[in-house]
């Protein structure tokens, strides 16, 4: 249960890292469409299951 904590805390701090470096290179970014990007890639899994079942 541990490890799994520590993977989604690490999994959301690479995301709020991630979002800050694209706010400091590209300023000028559509955030809607990289939000919901953002969001179906880490939901991709869940997608998959779905279909797949």
Same mark, same amino acid.
């Given at each position: 249960?541990?490890?799994?904590?520590? %993977?989604?805390?690490?999994? &959301?701090?690479? +995301? !709020? %890292? &991630? $979002? %800050? &470096?694209? *706010?400091? &290179?590209?300023?000028? !970014?559509?955030? %809607?469409? *990289?939000? +919901?990007? *953002? +969001? $179906?890639?880490?939901?991709?899994?869940?997608?998959?299951?779905?279909?797949?079942?």
């Amino acid at each position: 249960m541990a490890a799994f904590v520590a %993977g989604e805390l690490i999994k &959301l701090a690479s +995301i !709020v %890292g &991630l $979002l %800050g &470096l694209v *706010l400091v &290179l590209y300023p000028d !970014v559509h955030w %809607g469409a *990289l939000l +919901i990007g *953002l +969001i $179906l890639a880490l939901k991709a899994n869940l997608f998959a299951f779905l279909v797949k079942t």
